[in-house]
């Protein structure tokens, strides 16, 4: 039943992140997963650390792991594990909360703490029945529990699930539009909608606002006059492509300096030069 749960979806070769939707389900419930086609490192390459002091439970973990192709590492005590993690920060922790030296819980607290290991997502390993367990340590942070006793396959199951939404979080991260633009001393805060040129606050209206954004964003590339009245004005049919050429200028009047960043490409359009 495994194999087909998840599918890999390639990059797409315009280069564009689309976001799909793929069900399955698990033993308990059906989930559905946010698989962003970013160009991720594949799942199966991922580190997984386990910490657990059960001789028998970390050998079948670390068998069924390694058989998905994850590599796999396996420590019995709790304060050797924190040191390690610390170290070299895996990419999911498998944890089990009672351990000698210190405990999944305190290990947990730990790694929240620190910046450098706050993202590594845990799947908590919990006694059966121990509902407080459970609790605490979602509530530490934890990314999921499995209760003892436990199926191999529902672990890697849940491993893969975890790793599949800390991946898709990472991406929808790194795909959204940056918050400061900056070009040469231009300098552009979108959300606050305002412009500094060489550290000095210049107005701009709303047009010229997304006109700058615009080259800003696309800076090194040629944009063709029609390219900007569609994407700047909105296919507005009666706006003449001389609107353009005007608000160019009064761009450039408000980058002072930096003006000559804006490029004339005769025939063309105009490009914002890095
Ligand atoms: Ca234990």
């Given at each position: 039943?495994?194999?087909?749960?998840f599918k890999?979806?390639?990059?797409?070769?315009?280069?564009?992140?689309?976001?799909?939707?793929?069900p399955f389900?698990?033993?308990?419930?059906?989930l559905?997963?946010?698989?962003?086609?970013l160009a991720?490192?594949?799942?199966?390459?991922a580190?997984?650390?386990?910490v657990e002091?059960?001789?028998?439970i970390?050998e079948?973990l670390?068998y069924n792991?390694e058989?998905?192709?994850?590599?796999?590492?396996v420590?019995?005590?709790?304060d050797?594990?924190?040191?390690?993690?610390?170290?070299?920060p895996?990419d999911?922790?498998v944890l089990?909360?009672?351990?000698?030296?210190?405990?999944g819980?305190?290990?947990t607290?730990?790694?929240?703490?620190?910046?450098?290991?706050?993202?590594?997502?845990i799947?908590?390993?919990?006694?059966?029945?121990?509902?407080l367990?459970r609790?605490?340590?979602?509530?530490?942070?934890?990314d999921d529990?499995i209760?003892?006793?436990?199926?191999?396959r529902?672990?890697?199951?849940?491993v893969?699930?975890?790793?599949?939404?800390?991946?898709?979080?990472?991406?929808?991260?790194?795909?959204?539009p940056?918050?400061v633009l900056?070009?040469?001393?231009i300098?552009?805060?979108?959300p606050?909608?305002?412009l500094?040129?060489?550290g000095?606050?210049?107005?701009l209206?709303a047009?010229?606002?997304?006109l700058l954004?615009?080259?800003?964003?696309r800076?090194?590339?040629?944009?063709s006059?029609?390219?900007?009245l569609s994407?700047?004005w909105?296919?507005?049919?009666?706006?003449?492509?001389?609107?353009v050429d005007t608000?160019?200028?009064?761009?450039?009047?408000?980058l002072?300096?930096?003006?000559?960043r804006?490029?004339?490409i005769?025939?063309?359009g105009?490009r914002?030069?890095?």
């Open positions: 039943m495994h194999k087909t749960l890999v979806y390639e990059p797409p070769a315009d280069g564009v992140s689309r976001a799909i939707s793929t389900s698990t033993p308990f419930s059906t559905f997963v946010e698989i962003c086609v991720l490192p594949p799942m199966a390459q580190r997984i650390y386990i002091d059960e001789e028998d970390a079948v670390s792991l058989k998905e192709g994850f590599q796999v590492e420590e019995r005590r709790g050797a594990a924190l040191e390690a993690i610390r170290r070299d895996p999911l922790l089990d909360l009672m351990l000698p030296g210190i405990d819980k305190e290990i607290r730990s790694l929240k703490r620190e910046p450098a290991t706050a993202g590594i997502p799947v908590m390993l919990t006694a059966r029945g121990e509902e367990d609790i605490v340590g979602l509530e530490l942070g934890a529990y209760p003892k006793p436990f199926s191999p529902e672990v890697v199951l849940r893969q699930a975890v790793l599949r939404r800390t991946q898709a979080a990472t991406a929808s991260e790194s795909a959204a940056r918050e900056e070009v040469g001393r300098k552009l805060d979108v606050a909608h305002r500094y040129v060489r000095t606050e210049t107005p209206t047009t010229e606002f997304r954004k615009l080259l800003m964003e800076c090194g590339r040629v944009q006059r029609g390219q900007l994407d700047v909105g296919y507005a049919e009666d706006v003449d492509s001389r609107t608000h160019i200028r009064r761009l450039r009047r408000k002072g300096g930096e003006a000559e804006i490029e004339t005769i025939g063309v105009y914002l030069r890095a």
